[in-house]
């Protein structure tokens, strides 16, 4: 395998899904922390001028948090097994991200305390829902036993887990509104190389 390096802030943010799925494969790569006081300096030497991006072999810049995502995914074999598997993974993913970047774009840069409050319960009813919603149908459809396509951990799990831990840490109540998430978190947690990830990571606000 080249090496990677991941460029990111010191946050869960869009970066979390692939030091995940790095830490689920037990594959090593360079986790490289950039502090906000750092990222005015730095930010030219990002291909879109934005974080995160990968670097494979000191010498290839990718984008795009998803993309990054799926080649890391590809690379450590938690794509899905087949091309379907693959389609499936994918489309669970875009289903979580829709809610994902709505929020990003819409509740949390609203800057009044209260305000921001309100949108974001106001969001947990309507586009969170239905994104949860959307999400259960499709692992319904293509998974089994707490994973969400086929029969074995694939990125998509990791994104549900990331996503559902972002939201049960604060909204406990949720696993019995969403019983097939909290399935597949559950599982995600029960896997021991993300367990000691998820226990030894920096904490940080998001
Ligand atoms: N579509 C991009 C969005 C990247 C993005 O919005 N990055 C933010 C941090 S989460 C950023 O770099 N902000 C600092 C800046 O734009 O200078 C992705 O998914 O990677």
Do not use: C
């Amino acid at each position: 395998m080249p090496s990677h390096k991941l460029n990111y802030f010191n946050l869960r943010g869009r970066g979390e899904i692939i030091r995940l799925i790095f830490a689920a494969a037990g594959a090593e790569f360079t986790d490289n922390r950039i502090e906000f006081d750092q990222w005015p300096a730095l930010k030219a030497d990002a291909p879109l001028g934005q974080l995160p991006y990968l670097t494979i072999d000191d010498s290839t810049h990718i984008p795009q948090s998803m993309a990054i995502a799926r080649y890391v995914a590809r690379e450590t074999g938690l794509a899905g097994k087949n091309n379907l598997q693959q389609a499936q993974a994918d489309a669970i993913v875009d289903t979580i991200m829709e809610p994902v970047n709505y929020y990003w774009s819409n509740i949390f840069k609203i800057q009044d305390a209260n305000e921001k409050a309100e949108a974001f319960k106001a969001f947990l009813v309507d586009q969170g829902a239905k994104g949860a919603k959307n999400v259960e149908k499709l692992i319904g459809l293509y998974g089994s036993n707490g994973y969400s396509v086929g029969d074995s951990l694939t990125w998509a799990d990791l994104a549900v887990y990331d996503v559902a831990s972002a939201l049960l840490s604060k909204h406990p109540e949720f696993s019995d509104k969403f019983p097939v998430l909290a399935a597949v978190y559950k599982n995600v947690l029960a896997n021991e190389k993300l367990a000691n990830y998820v226990k030894n990571r920096p904490e940080t606000p998001f």
